[in-house]
Each structure stands twice: as structure tokens, then as C-alpha cells.
């Protein structure tokens, strides 16, 4: 949805609903993350982008700070499997290797989950370097 000061409105249909607000923070910042997997040298845009939403997010509603970074972190692994793998995948990841580091990445965020949104771009950050391209000197 897309609210300014004088209207709502709704733009994505397929995810849109009434109900936990972590998985609308776990959508967005999973798009973000798979936006980091397809183009690694933006990756650093991509962690400034989550950070100042997720700071606005938080300042917004601080007591509802740690629920909502916990259910976040829980939802964030999972959406990251349904995109690569479930009924409405991300249509810009085709490369077979880029989809295995993205479930590799997910699955150890399902077996040791980031301690917070900050540390999520420092754990994903070895997958990334795996898909940069070699420098030659």
C-alpha cells in the first residue's frame, strides 16, 4: 500500500493483506536481499535502503520493536525459499547457481537466525562475494 497525507492505495494485490505486520517488513526487506543477490555490487545501496526503512519503521512504533524485528527474522528465511522455489517466483532470479546461494543463505538464517535487521547484510555478505566477478590484476 502507498499512504501519503491525503489517501491510501493499493498497489501489489498478490501479497496485500490484514495481518502480521512483520511479514510486510520481512516482504520488503526480502525483496531488498534478493536485489542484492542479482546485482551484489549494489549491495551496499540495497543494506542503506533496509536500514533507513527499517529506522524509520522503528521509530514509528518503538514498542513494537522487538516482536516486530523477531517475527520479521522468522518470516525473512521463508519468503526467500517461496520466491526461489514456491508458486510466485521472483521472475529477475533465473541463474540456477544465484537460486542455490539464495537457499543456502536461507537456510542457515532458518538454523542460526540474525540476531538483528543490521547483522542480516553482514551474514549475507560472503554469499555476495561468491557471485562478484573475479578482479584481475
Known amino acids: 500500500m ?3 497525507s491525503t489517501s491510501v492505495m ?4 498478490e ?19 534478493l536485489k542484492s543477490f542479482l546485482k551484489p555490487e549494489r549491495a551496499a545501496d540495497y543494506q542503506a ?3 533507513a526503512y527499517w529506522n524509520t519503521l522503528l521509530a514509528s512504533i518503538p514498542q513494537a520493536s522487538p516482536a516486530l524485528q523477531s517475527g520479521t ?7 526467500l525459499l517461496a520466491r526461489v522455489d514456491g508458486k510466485s517466483p521472483a521472475e529477475y532470479i533465473r541463474d540456477p547457481a544465484r537460486k542455490q546461494h ?21 551474514r549475507l555478505r560472503p554469499y555476495l ?8 590484476v
Open 2 to 4: 502507498m499512504v501519503d
Open 10 to 13: 493499493a498497489i501489489d494485490f
Open 15 to 33: 501479497v496485500i493483506h490484514y495481518g502480521d505486520p512483520a511479514f510486510d517488513s520481512g516482504f520488503l526487506l526480502n525483496h531488498l536481499v
Open 49 to 51: 535502503a533496509a536500514e
Open 73 to 79: 527474522l522468522q518470516h525473512l528465511p521463508l519468503l
Open 102 to 122: 539464495i537457499r543456502s543463505f536461507a537456510r542457515e538464517l532458518l538454523s542460526q537466525p540474525a540476531p538483528n535487521i543490521f547483522s542480516l547484510f553482514e
Open 129 to 136: 562475494m561468491k557471485l562478484l566477478p573475479a578482479i584481475s
